[in-house]
């Protein structure tokens, strides 16, 4: 099998490459040698290990989004800095690649001067979703490790936020001393409703709110699950409370993994609002080919 084209999603943690038809999609694969475990002349054998037999004798065109572009990463791709559209034609960065039947062009990312920040991969997904949702106008919400919220109009991110909600969970529910509590991958819908509610009412106290679980689990019991989960719901909850600005009285669009949004899309349609929900890996791929038929 030849692919006419290969996608690549580079991130910190994995690296993921599909194989592109005509018709979509002819394979996926994936490996856990994301940007942030390898070396500057490592990045060309990692994708070659999972792409080298679906090359044939001409240069294959290999599209990448994500942390590829770092200034860790194979190569910088410069930030382009909004407002303006997630991706644009002709913005790619060539990628130095030793094997001539690898022909990789690397997608910048976004920045913002003021408040600073910056993205990278989510562009795309921007772009995907722009494209599987013609003229939507609204905020586009992509939760994960590092979540954003960006203000979409007329086709280009006016300006945006991140959040280290996904990574600040990691960090509590495994190192803090939270951690003794959390041994538990069961949800407790209950419980996240609570820390939800708890953190936008009282966002003030959100410090004394996460001990309030260390506290609870060796005087009251409080079971894991319970625990793991209101935690989820007390970091969510300040992170919409911060975001209210973008979110409130908006047309929201929610792009991210099934369960994480889902949690999301929980969360607002208690404060009111009405969410819509995409696949990332869907936008990924939508946006990728965007830019390359641009």
């Excluded at 996608?7 to 194989?19: E, I, K, N, Q």
């Excluded at 009412?201 to 260390?214: G, I, K, V």
């Excluded at 949004?261 to 990728?288: E, F, K, N, V």
């Amino acid at each position: 099998m030849t692919p006419d084209w290969i996608a690549v999603d580079w991130g910190t943690s994995h690296l993921r490459v599909f194989a592109m038809g005509t018709d979509g999609i002819l394979a996926e694969r994936g490996s856990d040698r994301g940007m942030g475990k390898l070396a500057r002349d490592e990045f060309e054998p990692a994708i070659l290990a999972l792409v080298e037999d679906w090359l044939g004798p001409m240069p294959m065109q290999i599209v990448v989004c994500g942390m590829a572009g770092a200034r860790q990463g194979w190569i910088e791709a410069p930030y382009r800095t909004v407002p303006c559209p997630p991706v644009a034609k002709g913005a790619f960065i060539a990628a130095p690649a030793q094997n001539q039947r690898l022909k990789v062009q690397i997608l910048p990312g976004l920045s913002q001067e003021t408040p600073a920040d910056v993205m990278r991969g989510e562009e795309t997904q921007i772009a995907g979703a722009l494209a599987l949702l013609p003229g939507f106008d609204g905020v586009i919400c992509l939760p994960g490790t590092h979540s954003k919220w960006a203000k979409i109009s007329a086709g280009e991110v006016v300006s945006f936020q991140t959040f280290m909600t996904g990574e600040l969970f990691a960090l509590i529910s495994s190192q803090s001393v939270l951690r003794h509590g959390m041994v538990s991958e069961t949800w407790d819908e209950a419980s996240f409703a609570q820390g939800l509610s708890d953190a936008l009412s009282r966002p003030e106290r959100f410090a004394a709110q996460l001990f309030a679980l260390r506290a609870e689990g060796l005087l009251k019991a409080l079971p894991p699950a319970s625990a793991r989960s209101r935690l989820s719901g007390l970091l969510i909850g300040a992170e919409l409370a911060a975001s209210k600005p973008y979110w409130l009285g908006q047309d929201i669009l929610l792009v991210g993994a099934k369960t994480l949004s889902a949690a999301y899309a929980s969360a607002l349609t208690a404060q009111g609002a009405t969410p819509r929900i995409l696949d990332d890996t869907a936008c990924t791929l939508a946006g990728l080919f965007a830019v390359r038929s641009q």
